[in-house]
């Protein structure tokens, strides 16, 4: 299993855990559960973790593929520089987000799922990977090849001006013999 | 319209009949448990929380029934085999068992979510009752304990916790709610490791995470062997609705005797069972063709990194266009490969071309190039052959056949199939005439496939036969470097790039064009399409084939058939 980039899954049990924090926390607080006060901060928690994982890191090696309208969010990520770039940083503050959705019921599931989805991004920082914003690439026109391509830089070779001025006018006088053929038999 | 019908069908019939099992499950469970005079007390605890919890149940116990058959691979062979008189759609329909399974867990994992939801109120209620939060009769039925002559109706008996704990010390110490948890987590991480970008690019990491599935039934099973659902006793004397307004009365008055409760059997074994026993035959199976012996008949490098391998196992019988999974055991113990074969099953050994594309790939590449001349390669297990679309090509009278790049590889086995079969003049063969369209970015690594249309063309030419196969080859990934070769060559007779007299067209195919000239030399005939490739192009041909073919029996009818990995 050597060429795989675990941020990857990582990212993704880190949204799916954002989700179910957020939707623990909704129970939590919607059905006014002993300590919605902890509910209540899985929704936030939940919403803040899904923003944070909603966009997709480039990848070091293949072709990445992006998240719908994950533009917008992937520049606000970029804006914290090494914070969010830095998989020791989201590993450790993923474990500490999730520690106080452990003290409800309605929380736990989202607690233990973003725990794990700790783990394995500490998994992808000891491999030394990070994150790495996808930006719109500005194709660039591949070089045109030279020679046979660009236009001509000098013009046909020309007898000079006076004789030029004599073919005008005497016409039969200017006809001449080619030196080479230049028809095709 | 009437052409979607034709093509599509089957698959929405089948899926009309599932949805409407599924809520036919749903609802039914629902009303049952919303309205059954036996649950009177348990709705008084729970409200509608009990029948939002115990409908999902049996969607569930459906669907979790559902999930392990479309992946038998071995079994959907046995079914496509048995079906030789029935119609084309009955077998084109077992293609779509990825599409199924996929389907099937996405039911479970939303049913998942809402009985959790309900469970998750279930317990908070049951917590409120048990402290006496709530009226006198929710409180009188809480405190009835599985001691005395009593039987218990609120599970959560004896916790010692703080109060906002005692859910999660229920959760995690009672059977349900601990095999609960833990059969979610497995849900959680195999749907995880199953997104597409994973699946992709590491199937290592789904395959493996994905055996978790064995946690999650296991788990299942044993999920209701607590029996916390509790209903009163059949035949219990104690009527609800005189007694439910002076619970204080209760066993001291004859009408009102101290109601006895019990716990629903656990039922979902019953559901999982069958399924479970025909997955293991299958592993079973796929063990025992492991572990039969395969020899290596020639093992050749061809071009662009590209291993062809041709082996022989005893009792082997395919058809065209099938597909083998390899295992290598000096690579990965656990890794099964699928490839498509290339060979005819007219020879006698059967061969696959392997390109390198990963870990596994590249490692069995390396292990054959260090192997000396002559001799057997490392021990292989291969697990097949299993049936695709393509086993159908021969019954069409006319057949398009779509390769692009790696697709390519079925087509070599019916290619060389049609040939043998031409030779012999084989009865079987009821196709009149092929068209094959080849589409690559550019022809590196296949170049064995175009030396193998060059031998067809050159033979089929000496017994003048050049008209039963038309292929074209469509190079979509031409620069200038390509046109400047082609401006140069373009009056000799045969193709620069792959030396076949049939000239290479570039860009990709217009596929109205193409689908008009068939059906034009072709009318009042049944064509199959058959592609291999990406699901764009799928997409692109299916519309194609709607758009062309015509109800009317005397007119040209196309039919849209998809390999799928």
Known sequence: MGKIEWAMWANEQALAAGLILLTGGIVGVAGQFRGWEFASYAIAAGFFVCLLEYPRSKRAKGTSV???????????????????????????????????????????????????????????????????????????????????????????????????????KDVEGAAYDNPIAVTDD | MANWIINNGFPAVMVVVWMTINTYLFVSFYLYYDQDESYYYTRHLLGSALAWARAPAAVLNFNCMLILLPVCRNLLSLIR?????????????????????????????????????????????????????????????????????????????????????????????????????????????????????????YFEVFWYTHHLFIVFFIGLVFHGYGRIVRSLEDDSPHNTTLCKDHPEDWGKIPECPIPQFEGKEPGTWMWVIGPMIIYLCERVLRFVRYMQAVQYRKIVMRPSKVLELQLRKKGFKMEVGQYVFLNCPSISQLEWHPFTMTSAPEEDFFSVHIRSAGDWTDKLIETMQKLPEGEQGPKMGVDGPFGTASEDVFDYEVSMLVGAGIGVTPFASIMKSIWYKFKESDPKLRTRKIYFYWLCRETHAFEWFADLLQVLEREMEERGLGDFLTYKLFLTGWDQGHTNQVIVHFDEDTDVVTGLKQKTHYGRPNWDKEFDQVRKENPASVVGTFLCGPAALAKVLEKKCAKYSDVDPRKTKFYFNKENF
Not at chain 2, 152 to 165: G, K, R, S, T, V
């Open chain 1, 66 to 168: 992006e998240r719908t309208g994950q533009y917008c969010f992937t520049v606000c990520v970029k804006a914290f520089g090494p914070v969010t770039r830095n998989y020791y940083v989201r590993a450790f503050l993923h474990a500490a987000l999730c520690v106080p959705g452990g003290f409800m019921l309605a929380t736990v599931l989202g607690c233990v799922c973003l725990g794990i989805a700790s783990l394995i991004y500490l998994a992808a920082a000891v491999r030394g990977e990070h994150w790495e914003p996808i930006l719109p690439r500005k194709d660039t026109r591949k070089p045109v090849a030279e020679s046979i391509k660009s236009p001509p830089q000098n013009p046909p070779p020309r007898p000079p001006p006076e004789i030029r001025r004599k073919q005008a």
């Open chain 2, 81 to 201: 085999g048995s079906f030789v008189c029935c119609s084309r759609t009955m077998r084109k329909q077992l293609d779509q068992n990825l599409s199924f399974h996929k389907l099937v867990a996405y039911m479970i994992a939303l049913m998942t979510a809402v009985h959790t939801i309900a469970h998750l109120l279930n317990l908070e209620w049951l917590n409120n009752s048990k402290l006496g939060l709530y009226d006198e009769l929710s409180t009188a039925l809480s405190r009835l304990e599985d001691e005395r002559n009593e039987t218990y109706l609120n599970p959560l008996q004896h916790i010692d916790a703080d109060p906002q704990q005692r859910p999660t010390h229920f959760a995690f110490t009672s059977i349900a709610g601990l095999t609960g948890v833990l059969i979610t987590m497995s849900l959680i991480l195999i749907i995880t490791s199953s997104m597409e970008v994973i699946r992709r690019s």
